[in-house]
C-alpha cells in the first residue's frame, strides 16, 4: 500500500507499504527511518519557523514543530529513537524574481531550519536531494531504505 502524505502533513508507515507526498517545491519532505524495525514517517513541511504566523492546529506545516512531532509518531509506531535516520528533499527555489529577498528564499530556509530540528534531536541526515529551480515527487519505501525522487524533465534519482 502506499500512505499519502499531503500538502502541511504527515503520517507514517512500516514495510511492506511506501510514502509518498507530491509536489513538493519550496516544501521539504523529510523522512525519519528506522532501518532495523522498517518503520518510517513523512512530514511535508511548508514553512520554517511557527514563530511568526502560530502554528494553530497544525504542527506539520512548519519545521519547528513538525520534525518533533513526527520524532513522536514513529517512535510510537515503533521505531526506536537512538536508531533513526533521516533523508530530505525539496527546497527548491521556484521563484526566480528578486532571490535576495529573504521572504522569497522559502526553500532555503525550510531546508535550514530541518537540519536545526534534526541537530536538536539528535538525528543524522544521511542524504539529501534539495535546492535547484524545480519541484519533486518523492516515494521512501522502509524495506530499502530508498528514497526516490522524480522531477520533471529529470531522470528519476534515488538517495
Do not use: W
Not at 512500516?14 to 528506522?34: E, M, N, R
Not at 509518531?73 to 528578486?98: H, P, R, T, Y
Amino acid at each position: 500500500m502506499e500512505v499519502k502524505v499531503g500538502m502541511a502533513d504527515m503520517n507514517v508507515c512500516a514495510s511492506p507499504d511506501s510514502i509518498i507526498t507530491l509536489g513538493l517545491g519550496s516544501c521539504v519532505g523529510l523522512v525519519l527511518y528506522d532501518p532495523t524495525t522498517k518503520i518510517c514517517g513523512m512530514v511535508h513541511v511548508m514553512l520554517p519557523d511557527s514563530k511568526t504566523i502560530g502554528v494553530g492546529t497544525n504542527p506539520a506545516k512548519f519545521a519547528d514543530t513538525g520534525v518533533e512531532e513526527l520524532l513522536k509518531m514513529v517512535v510510537k509506531k515503533g521505531a526506536k529513537k537512538e536508531k533513526l535516520v533521516a533523508k530530505m528533499a525539496g527546497g527548491a527555489q521556484m521563484f526566480s524574481v528578486n532571490k535576495d529577498s529573504p521572504m522569497l528564499r522559502v526553500g532555503e530556509r525550510n531546508v535550514a531550519a530541518v537540519k536545526e530540528e534534526l541537530k536538536k534531536l539528535g538525528i543524522r541526515l544521511i542524504s539529501e536531494d534539495t535546492g535547484e529551480n524545480f519541484g519533486r515527487t518523492v516515494i521512501f519505501y522502509p524495506e530499502s531504505g530508498e528514497y526516490l525522487i522524480r522531477a520533471i524533465g529529470k531522470e528519476p534519482k534515488t538517495i
